[in-house]
């Protein structure tokens, strides 16, 4: 995707060709800087800090992490060092334990003289595959808005609601929820986004609203409470999320509020579809709303807001009355009787069991190894 006009990746090696850049989202939407990672502990502290963010970005940073640990020392001991500290940087998204199984597999049978060539390009091989994953999201989640635009008067805007975070900043490139956005704003269709702020840490009016206004996508941020009106007044003609995790059933974990949104469109005769790489499929859960994790961060996110004064400066003030206590539930999951459909790369799915399992038998048998 575009910033300014010059293509940008999430995630990459740096031309040394051992060192991984990655844009540091904790300073967007206001300074766009690039960080180095050099260690597995940067990588560690990139995932559980929020540098990166979104499941299939945390994925791609995990393999990487682990590709620098083998520069660091490619021994059983390393290699079991460096996955015991990545996987419990972050508990929810799913992409971070497919993406170490992945890289201890494919590592632990080589000698230990050549892992770290092999890591990395393994860790290469993952981040390709998560940019082919989207563009099959965009192709199979396109038809959607265009029979939208088909069902509406020429020429008429295609209105999509998203929540939180899932376009190229959350991937490494293209994103989940907005690859079909990106795709038919391409296409020349008129679309314009509506982007639920996402409280408390607020990225669809940091990060999409900032990586749609560079691309050039029509879009208006509103607060997450917002959603139900507008579908009440016929404003909103579909929505799209992304997610950290999808159960077996077809439940669907994703950003706090997000089950909220599909209460309201399945209220309000909005179809409400879920936009998902195949690493996000978790067939070791079966019923998502019992079994499935949900992190709880730190109250500092609730309490205090960091934004840009008059005068340019970035200060972070608090908003809570002191001494108030603060839960913060970083995510919740949306039952799948009131998900619409799955936009995966082997096309829309229903969200049941059966209908993932024949998409995906492989992840039925990685599942169960």
Known sequence: MKVDGKHFRSIWRERDGWSVGAIDQRRLPHEFIVAKLTSCGDA??????MLVRGAPLIGATAAYGMALAMREDASDAGMKRAYDTLIVTR????????????????LAPIDPIERAEAAYARADEIVEQ????????????LPLIEAIVARKKPGETVNVLTHCNAGWLATVDWGTATAPIYL?????????VWVDETRPRNQGASLTAWE??????PHTVIPDNTGGHLMQHGMVDLAIVGTDRVAANGDVCNKIGTYLKALAAH?????????????????????GIRDIPIEQRSGAEVTDMTGRTADG???????VAEGSPVANYAFDVTPARLVTGLITERGVLKPDRTSLAAAFPERIATAAE
């Not at 560690?44 to 800090?49: E, K």
């Not at 998560?130 to 989640?141: F, K, L, Q």
């Not at 038919?184 to 314009?192: D, T, V």
């Not at 209220?267 to 019923?287: E, Q, R």
């Open 313 to 319: 400066r970035l200060e972070t003030v608090r908003i």
């Open 267 to 287: 209220d309000n005769g909005v179809p409400f579809y879920v936009a998902l790489p195949s690493p996000t499929i978790d067939f070791a859960v079966n019923d």
């Open 184 to 192: 038919a704003h391409e296409r020349g269709i008129k679309i314009h």
């Open 91 to 106: 508990p929810t998204a799913i992409n971070l334990k497919w993406a170490l199984d992945e890289m201890r597999a494919a």
């Open 212 to 217: 749609l206004g560079h691309h050039g996508v």
């Open 44 to 49: 560690a502290v990139a995932i559980r800090d």
């Open 130 to 141: 998560d940019v082919e994953i989207n563009r099959g999201i965009a192709a199979n989640g």
